[in-house]
């Protein structure tokens, strides 16, 4: 008999500022709504511990997609994209996920990313309380320079295999071998979109004097930050939930940037605390 | 006690040999770097995958690549098993720590993965300082 997975992927065509995405997205179980973004110049499939683990999914309908530019969604279908250089903005993130959410006519799902969704979360916070009953910035904080780099697409080196060594010291030397190698394999799967998403990570996105406004009475923040992350470190990560009122940091011992696919039952145990005080606020 | 870096240089030339990760994509891993502990220096001169040469005795005009330089204390947490938080890796370590990164830089990006590994070897190696 066939080993199906319970996880199924769909596409959804949204309109994002004049252009024309089909969002490819990957979905499992059902409840409050909890949308998952990848971390930069990668895809959803970092998320596919979470999207079958179900003692998540009895309780949440688990939605992680891939931004245009990113796995199975394209670039817009209706721009001569590889005319200009990619280079994401604030606005037009948000505005992405915000429209997908209305497609997929969510009703406040907790919005949950990593690195610069994470980021990405931070700045929906703020701007977008009440479209989200909670955040779950993961590896993220108020800003994040120096990772916005020409070495990623440089044309006389392997981008593929830069861009996937050149965040390999983003995981923990504790996680799974196999775990780390399927993140480096995603990896190598990116790298024309990972400098494009690094303008946002590294320069765009600047919440610094901004953290003040934001308000948790309507959108609850959880932040968790693994202690191997060397580019948003736990310090970075405390710093910036202590300037939010009534902002919360949770620390994650013995992994990285990428817990979800880099060690996912670790991460876990964090996500369901997180998941927890969200209910108990919610 | 401290290993010698003869005994260290054939200890790593060997383990990067039979690396297997190393071996599955050695073709084209060329390159020779220096490692900088402070207290001693290697250039490490690799051709398609193997280690051709170790010189432990490198002279002020000997030719690398690119280089990576940083106290003797940072090369030992390095060579730790288990890495202490910002010692897991060149990157994590030149932005958080004391190593810096010199050199013909896309040198070492053209060999990144190859040589990513080959540094993670140091955790079973260790280093001559």
Known sequence: ?282 | MVMSVRDWAVRFGEASDRDPTIGAMARYFTCRYLWDMGTQKVIVDVRDGKVHSINTEPQPLDAYDFALRASPATWREFAKPVPEPMYHGIWSASFRRDLKIEGNILVMMQNLRNFTVQFELLRKVGVPV
Not at chain 1, 78 to 86: D, G, I, L, P, R
Not at chain 1, 248 to 253: L, N, S, T, V
């Open chain 1, 1 to 282: 008999m066939a080993k199906h997975s319970p996880v199924i992927g769909r596409y959804v065509t949204i309109d994002v500022d004049g252009y024309e995405y089909k969002v490819f997205y990957l979905r499992n179980g059902s409840g409050v709504p909890l949308v998952c973004q990848h971390t930069a110049g990668c895809h959803n499939h970092q998320w596919r511990g979470l999207l079958e683990d179900e003692s998540i999914t009895s309780r949440y309908d688990v939605i992680a997609y891939d931004l245009a530019r990113h796995g199975k969604s394209d670039p817009p279908l209706n721009k001569e994209w590889w005319k200009e250089e990619y280079v994401l903005t604030a606005r037009h993130y948000m505005n992405f996920i915000i429209a997908l959410c209305d497609a997929l006519e969510l009703d406040r799902p907790i919005f949950m990313g990593s690195s610069f969704g994470g980021n990405v979360a931070l700045q929906l916070a703020l701007h977008h309380p009440d479209k989200f009953r909670a955040v779950i910035p993961v590896e993220a904080a108020e800003h994040a320079p120096g990772f916005y780099l020409d070495w990623w697409r440089h044309p006389h080196a392997n981008a593929a295999q830069v861009c996937a060594s050149g965040v390999w010291d983003l995981m923990a030397p504790q996680s799974p071998d196999m775990d780390r190698w399927l993140t480096w394999h995603y990896y190598t799967q990116g790298s024309e979109a990972f400098k494009g998403d690094l303008f946002f990570y590294s320069v765009d996105h600047d919440l610094r004097g901004k953290l003040g406004n934001i308000d948790t009475r309507r959108c609850p923040v959880i932040m968790m930050t693994g202690t191997y992350d060397y580019l948003t470190p736990p310090e970075a990560t405390e710093n910036t939930a202590r300037q939010i009122p009534g902002g919360i940091y949770i620390e994650m011992e013995d992994i990285g940037h990428f817990p979800m696919s880099e060690n996912y039952p670790l991460f876990a145990v964090y996500l369901k605390e997180a998941l927890r005080l969200i209910e108990a606020r919610t």
